[in-house]
Nanobody
Framework: QVQLVESGGGLVQAGGSLRLSCAASGRTFRTYTMGWFRQAPGSEREFVAAISWGGGSTLYADSVKGRFTISRNNAKITVYLQMNSLKPEDTAVYYC???????????????WGQGTQVTVSS
């Protein structure tokens, strides 16, 4: 079992930055790919970014490339999402999740956090 708790969401103006954190517990954290997803009202949950268990491989959605950076600290059992140059269309609930497979499809992810709200005003 892996438990995930996100934090760091909030209200920010367009062009601003936020850093999300996801604290994990569970003995197998270090072997999981970690991903960030988001879901806006009325929309499906969409992939944002993922990072391999060792941190050497990352994957980003086209919509966030060059603006968002995913990283992890296995010693602290935490994964981060640094979000810069935020846009109103980035507004959503952001979730972190773990996967033994990795990749973009949400169905590949086994454990999910409760989410943190990010709101970007224009």
């Amino acid at each position: 079992q892996v438990q995930l708790v996100e934090s760091g969401g909030g209200l920010v103006q367009a062009g601003g930055s936020l850093r999300l954190s996801c604290a994990a517990s569970g003995r197998t954290f270090r072997t999981y790919t970690m991903g960030w997803f988001r879901q806006a009202p009325g929309s499906e949950r969409e992939f944002v970014a993922a990072i391999s268990w060792g941190g050497g491989s990352t994957l980003y959605a086209d919509s966030v490339k060059g603006r968002f950076t995913i990283s992890r600290n296995n010693a602290k059992i935490t994964v981060y999402l640094q979000m810069n140059s935020l846009k109103p269309e980035d507004t959503a609930v952001y979730y972190c999740a773990t996967s033994s497979e990795g990749g973009m499809p949400p169905l590949r992810y086994d454990y999910w956090g409760q989410g943190t709200q990010v709101t970007v005003s224009s």
